[in-house]
DNA sequence: GTGGTTGTGTCAACACCGTTGACCGTTGCT
DNA sequence: AGCAACGGTCAACGGTGTTGACACAACCAC
């Protein structure tokens, strides 16, 4: 019943060791680096944990014993915000052609690569509840203050809705017609269209 | 060099068997129809292939050989138009809400399902292509010539892009803000955002 | 009727997957 | 020195989609 610390008596989840030595903190980097390669390379079903500690140069059995699963490496490992940042933070009136923009960006080619990891993950529950999080945390929280009209909240989820949707005919479904068009056409129509959900043309 | 139909000389893909027995239909059917009610009920990585054979009272090895692979008996099995059907031949002016108001209707529990098994499948490349011959075949083909204005193909397929978003958050990522609005509420705030792409305000 | 072809079906196996338990050496604290 | 915990390896488990070898049944030509 007295045990250290891997297994914790009620929250089996708690299982990361704590003050890690130099060496488990060396591989522990070895690892993620190499997760974070393969996962963009190959995708979250693509990449294998045996590759993924191949590629590491450590036995499969320690990058679990390490993070406890592999969509648990995968959260730690990729960075769900795909980047935003900043790009929420200029005004209201124009955030739906900026955002369009930011994520079209030809020199920003890994957003791709980390949505389709991200999309091939989306239906392991904890990277479910991980993006939902992540919603609320970066785009409603900081976005619904600022709108005026009914049911902000709702209208900021749309919004993100409404983008995830181009993203995934985008980088997952590659459909060729928006694949060919014209950025700046792309950007000005769905941009647009996302800006109406954010400042409705009858609430000026 | 010389053999049956069982493969032609030129293409590997049609390898289904021709002419086949009464009692090669009866299991084909028994299998088409366990794989209908797993695909929907687990999912297209949920429902394994030894599992739709069980279900079916039949080997394994024999679904591959009829199906040729879990793929394609995916493709076979699950409709991927998710039923839209008759929605699109009504007036363009109304098309965004009717839409939404379709795939939200909760007498359609079934779109649910047959879209997260879609999800699911959709990073495997036949069913990625499939689905862009659907989007081109069922919206862009009909939608595309009714529309007046510029680029009328790229907006019907962004329209599907964002009809898409909304699908996504609400049966795969289940959003709580989207998923306890009222339905009402999110049929007029998205569908008027997907009708400002069909019939932009500046083309009356 | 006989033989050959072909569809139908079964069985065992392959290669791979994520994960776990048993085990061992090393480290660091007391 | 002793001991607990960490860092790591190995083999294995149960699962996956798929394949090849093989057996039986139905049809067709002779």
Redesign the pocket.
Known sequence: MA????VTQTSPGAQR???????????RTAIEDAARSLFAERGFDGA????IAAEAG????????HFG???ALFLRTVDTSLGIGTVLDGPLETLGRRLVAYFLDPRRPVIRQRYVALAQAAHHDQVREEMIRHTAETYVGPLAPRLTGPHPELRVALAVAQLGGLLNLLFLQRDPIVTAADPEVVIATYGDAIQRLLTPPDTP
């Open positions: 045990y250290g610390c891997r060791p704590r003050a890690l030595r130099p060496a488990g903190l060396a591989t294998s944990v045996r590759a450590v036995d499969p059995a320690l990058v679990i014993r699963s592999k969509e």
